[in-house]
């Protein structure tokens, strides 16, 4: 066999037919390919980067299995101009692992080819597949080319694979899954390989198996010629679990300096919107207000201040709060009131929360945080707990926790909102629950902060200013939400019985 072939990279294979079991619950209802970083699928990003990197390919397969339609339907609405092929593998070839990838491409590969190897759930920044691309094509990679990348903190070293380098970019050894810092470098789930090593992998599996690490260590020592290692050096992100997920939008969120729009419905606030506006436009790009045709110069205050206003008649609170998020192109949606209980200086709280979360509700119930003559008296205080006490358990399995889901004090990504504003129905005050379990249903991260409430500058609550009008709403809130919970397991009931 010649060992010193120099072939172009003209094909590409991305595995991505795992369960993802260590992703769940996430993984129960989509691959973890699909799992969106910055508006944009895991998978599709893989395949994009590939595509733009590698100039002289002419194929991308992608190893399919968990769910295989689905990432099938994501990459095919692409219209990608490079041929996409899509093959099955066998659960025992899943079941082996990453050796299992290259032995299922055995049969369509040839031994002289030259093939890039990617898993479909790792997040790469912009600059390093290209930089892969132009080592590749300019040195003589011997039987396998490594991503590696180098060690900043000991979690990633330890949940991927140690690489040790000895002269130059010469691999010596890889370790699967080290117990210890035993080298500089980790290594990547990308790979440029020989295509033999597709066949030495199926013989491996034949034989009894292994870890595909113990067959790249073996391929020097058999004469199939030496592994090398090329360093990344942009973001980098191994997602097993949603924490790594989250990790990862974290990294990419905090690299951007988001837009930032505050929506405030209102309705006869003449007398606290001025105020409102100009508290908080030094802190966002716009402050929008809904005015629902009030009878007061609410719109005409508004504008006055400062604010974007769009003076219409509204079907009530709720509906005007989505037609404002609808309005907005910003990264980040915030809500408040125009009755002056929130303030600007409270978002930094909020916002320091976004970087982590898909949308983050402020909490209006911790004693401490409660203005004097705040409209929060112990009667309503109990009822906002209780019924964030009983959301956190009837979707116990969302693994967030609540103890005011009606506070209208909250921030929600764009990509987030998108995902969720079809389903928004309610269009008076039950909109901010349904908001809060429309987002637990799309398995998305809701965070609660404790935030200070204010006493009302001018007028009475719209909603809770009497005692009936309080009931009025903790009525249809609770009706709310106890039909959502039970259609959301009718909904699983006919899931299972199909």
């Known amino acids: 066999m010649n060992k010193q072939i120099k072939t172009t990279v003209k094909n590409a294979f991305v595995f991505s037919a795992g369960k993802g079991l260590?992703?769940?619950p996430y993984s129960s209802k989509q691959p973890k390919a699909l799992f969106r970083i910055d508006e944009e699928t895991l998978i599709v990003r893989n395949v994009k980067q590939i595509n733009l990197a590698f100039p002289y390919l002419e194929k991308i397969t992608i190893l399919i299995g968990y769910m295989g339609d689905a990432i099938q339907a994501e990459l095919l609405s692409l219209n990608l101009k490079i041929k996409l092929e899509f093959v099955k593998v066998n659960e025992s070839f899943i079941d082996a692992g990453m050796i299992g990838g290259f032995a299922a491409i055995s049969s369509i590969v040839q031994s002289d080819d030259l093939i890039l190897c990617a898993l479909s759930d790792e997040f790469y920044g912009e600059t390093d597949h290209?930089?892969?691309?132009e080592f590749i094509a300019d040195n003589d990679i011997g039987s396998a080319c490594f991503g590696i990348k180098r060690?900043?903190?000991?979690?990633?070293?330890?949940?991927?694979?140690s690489v040790h380098l000895g002269f130059g970019n010469r691999v010596l050894k890889v370790v699967e899954k080290p117990t210890t810092i035993e080298s500089d470098f980790f290594g990547l789930g990308i790979f440029v390989v020989r295509g033999y090593i597709c066949k030495l992998a199926e013989d491996k599996i034949k034989s009894g198996g292994g870890p595909l690490i113990n067959l790249c260590n073996e391929l020097p020592l058999n004469g199939y010629g030496p592994l090398i290692g090329f360093e990344f050096k942009d973001i980098y992100v191994n997602i097993n679990?949603?924490?790594?997920?989250?990790?990862?939008?974290r990294q990419v969120r905090k690299k951007k300096i988001p837009t930032i729009d505050v929506i405030v419905p209102a309705w006869n606030e003449s007398e606290s919107i001025e105020f409102v506006v100009r508290d908080f436009l030094p802190t966002c790009r716009s402050v929008i207000v809904m005015d629902n045709l009030s009878e007061d110069q609410t719109a005409k205050v508004a504008?006055?201040?400062?604010?974007?206003?769009y003076s219409q008649s509204f079907m009530g609170y709720g509906d005007a709060i989505k037609k404002g998020l609808d309005s907005s192109d910003a990264d980040i949606l915030v809500i408040v009131e125009a009755d002056g209980t929130f303030r600007a200086k409270d978002l930094p709280k909020i916002l320091a929360y976004m970087a982590d979360a898909d949308a983050v509700i402020?909490?209006?119930?911790h004693w401490q945080y409660i203005e004097y003559a705040a409209n929060m008296n112990f009667f309503q205080r109990m009822v906002n707990i209780l019924y964030g006490t009983i959301i956190t358990l009837l979707w116990w399995n969302r693994h967030s926790r609540f103890t005011d889901v009606g506070c209208s004090y909250r921030a929600i990504w764009r990509e987030s909102y998108k995902k969720i504003s079809s389903k928004l129905k309610e269009n008076?005050?039950?909109?901010?629950?349904?908001?809060?379990?429309?987002?637990?249903?799309?398995?998305?991260r809701v965070i609660e902060v404790p935030i200070p409430y204010h006493a009302r500058i001018f007028g009475v609550s719209k909603f809770s200013g009497s005692l009936l009008g309080l009931a009025k709403t903790a009525i249809k809130m609770m009706r709310l939400i106890l039909l959502k919970r039970l259609i959301g397991w009718w909904n699983i009931l006919l899931f299972k019985q199909k």
């Open 151 to 161: 060690m900043e903190n000991p979690e990633e070293y330890l949940k991927n694979y």
């Open 22 to 24: 260590r992703f769940y």
């Open 241 to 249: 679990t949603p924490f790594d997920a989250y990790n990862c939008l």
């Open 428 to 444: 008076g005050p039950a909109f901010a629950p349904e908001f809060v379990i429309l987002l637990l249903e799309n398995w998305s």
């Open 362 to 365: 402020g909490s209006r119930t």
């Open 130 to 133: 290209v930089r892969f691309s």
């Open 303 to 309: 504008l006055n201040a400062g604010a974007v206003v």
